[in-house]
């Protein structure tokens, strides 16, 4: 349903035509180029075209009252209803470059005799077929729609005499009344597990799951109906549905067809989160009279499912003449060696940069965007994390799109992460001889914390949450449009990152003890653009993590000489402190706090990564090693075991680990291999095969 080397669809002028013997679809001005490359001659020739819909009767938006879009109940994405009507072709290529073509009428017995069976069967099989664009089309998009456990039918029920009240709920472990779920296997009553913002249960009933891996189903209390209630997975980890959940209540004492709701779905939770009325009027610019934009430049990216992200990320990187121009001038040359074009990462790329800036996708009559579908699966092939449907994380995702780049640029021979590239100098000054040690490192992206002290309408955030706290007790919800959010100035978030930080147990080899150290980093380097990325999560009261909501003032411009942000090197005058082997074996020599690895781990990162955070932040606090976890939780070795106190630091050769990497290998399997041999480049290839 789109060219593998274009963004033509059926829907275009001349349609799309599908291959019979590769069964890829290329747009008309790349069928001689493939007959070229394959020899193939025989197409199928799609043809798509649509009538508006007769207008319905049915009411304008109402408030939705299930997790879709585009279906009844759900959310209204105000599109025009377009009826489709196809119309097919069989087209004959030659090799010197004549064509025709021939009228096919699908499951048409009388027309279809003009042709071999085995070419009907062909073209019949490819138009049964459920397209790609179908398969992940948003317009009709259900996040409501349930399964039945595989767990409810054989679900085991303790017979502990335990008989649930039909009110009066409380947590076992804990004081909340609400957000209680019922575990259908023991009876137990807990509460639910704490948000993101902080709010909602205790986490009581997924710390039982997590200690015990037993018993995976529970009822949400309070949501109980005689037409249902909400039911959860833990080992599914989704909501479910339980066929005998009628049978599993009575045995607890519930009389379901008796039973009120009390308590809110999971359902209308997240409808509440999603439909805040002022922020989704903004962003469908609710009210406002908008000029529709065509030609290049104005191309947009179509939603194809949580994937904010990505369209985010690549409308901001083909903005870049560096990167667009880049990949549209070595078009021809990628289209021309891709020997899979449908995975072919350059291929794709440059295929997506012609649609996005050459504005033939954007004109009056044709303005529904162009989506990253193919894209998307060629740069998440093989990612545990991209390679899904679900939401991600954008500096997360330009990073692998970096490690892409810098792997297909051996060669290509381009390298777009080049424009971001810079060293940022690391200053660390020892507190008791004042000598210093320098090093860099290359970066493509600048972290910088945000600056809460920094805020410029602190008053207006106190007010507001005043009025939030009085609303809460009041049991009435504030209007979306109150919402007050702290404005932190840009400029401080990049200065907070230059201050110099403290380093408690240094050892320095000049003194020959653990020692206090200032630790400050500059760019030693500055890239043709800067990407920075502001760390909006941070800890709460509780120590849970918590993503702010907050806004930044940015300005228009941006002088890094004048923030003191360029890195100077070994000044005149200061002493460098010398290289030692005590150094390393000395400062490995760090107890663990098991009491934070505890805490760590409670909150639910792996526990290799909290005892490499203790580790790491030398027994500081708390705090300090979810900051590092935060910080360090993407990095491949995040839950690498610690060396021992006397094993040696093993300096891994980049060499070594590019020319490995070359051959598929990631860099993770290639450190990996590396450390584990520490032998030459040729030698470590056996081992990485066994990672």
Known sequence: DECVYSFDTPECETGIFVCLNSFLGVGYDFVQHHVDTTSCTIFLQILRRGEPAPESDSPASKRPTRMAIGVPGGFDVDKPKIIYTNSYNISVRTLDGGEGK????????????????????????????????????????????????????SLVQLDNGIKIPPSGWKCELCDLTNNLWLNLSSGGILCGRRYYDGTGGNNHGLDEWDRTNTHPLAVKLGTITGEGADVF?????????????????????????????????MTELEIDANSRIAEWDVIQESGKSLKPLYGSGYTGIRNIGNSCYLASLLQTLYSIDEIAQGYLSRRSHFIDIAKNPPLDF???????????????????????????????????????????????????????????????????????????????????????????????????????????????????????????????????????????????PLLDCIRSWAMATEISGFYSTVVRKHVTALMTARLLTYPDYLLIHVKKFTVGADWAPVKLDVQFDVPDSLDLDALGLRGRGLQHGELVIPEGSSHSSKQRAVNIDE?????????????????????????????????????????????????????????????????????????????????????????????????
Not at 460 to 487: C, M, N, S
């Open 595 to 691: 009491n934070i690895v505890n805490q760590l781990s409670e909150m639910g990162f792996p526990r290799a990564g909290c005892r490499n955070a203790v580790y790491a932040t030398g027994n500081q606090g708390l705090e300090v090693a979810m900051n590092w976890v935060l910080e360090h939780m993407s990095d491949p070795d995040f839950t690498a075991p610690i060396p021992a106190e006397d094993s040696p630091i093993i300096t891994v050769n980049e060499e070594a680990v590019n020319m490995i990497s070359a051959m598929g290998f990631t860099r993770a399997q290639s450190l990996k291999a590396l450390r584990l041999h520490q032998v030459t480049p040729s030698a470590p290839l056996i081992g990485s095969f066994h990672i």
């Open 102 to 153: 021939i009228p096919f009428h699908y499951r048409n017995d009388f027309e279809s005799n003009n042709f071999p069976d085995e070419l009907v069967k062909s073209v019949n099989g490819i138009i049964d077929c459920q397209s790609a664009d179908f398969r992940e089309e948003l317009a009709a998009w259900d996040g409501d729609e349930r399964f039945v456990s595989k767990f409810a039918q």
């Open 346 to 488: 350059n291929c794709q790329m440059a295929k997506f940069a012609h649609g996005l800036i050459s504005g033939r996708y954007s004109s009056e009559t044709e303005s529904n965007g162009i989506s990253p579908r193919m894209l998307k699966s060629v740069v998440g092939r093989g990612h545990p994390e991209f390679c899904t449907n679900r939401q991600q994380d954008v500096q997360e995702f330009f990073l692998h799109l970096v490690s892409l780049w810098e792997r297909d640029s051996r060669t290509s021979g381009f390298d777009p992460s080049d424009c971001f590239r810079f060293s940022v100098e690391e200053r660390v000054e020892c507190s008791a001889s004042h000598r210093v040690k320098y090093t860099s490192r290359n970066e493509n992206l600048l972290s910088v914390p945000v600056c809460m002290e920094a805020t410029t309408n602190q008053g207006e955030v106190d007010a507001y949450i005043k009025r939030l706290d009085e609303a809460k007790t009041a049991g009435i919800p504030l209007p979306p449009g109150d919402i007050v959010r702290a404005h932190i």
């Open 233 to 265: 997975s833990y080992i599914e980890d989704a909501m479910v549905i339980d066929p005998l959940l009628k049978e599993h209540l009575s045995h607890w004492g519930i009389n379901m067809t008796a039973m009120e709701r009390t308590d809110k779905t």
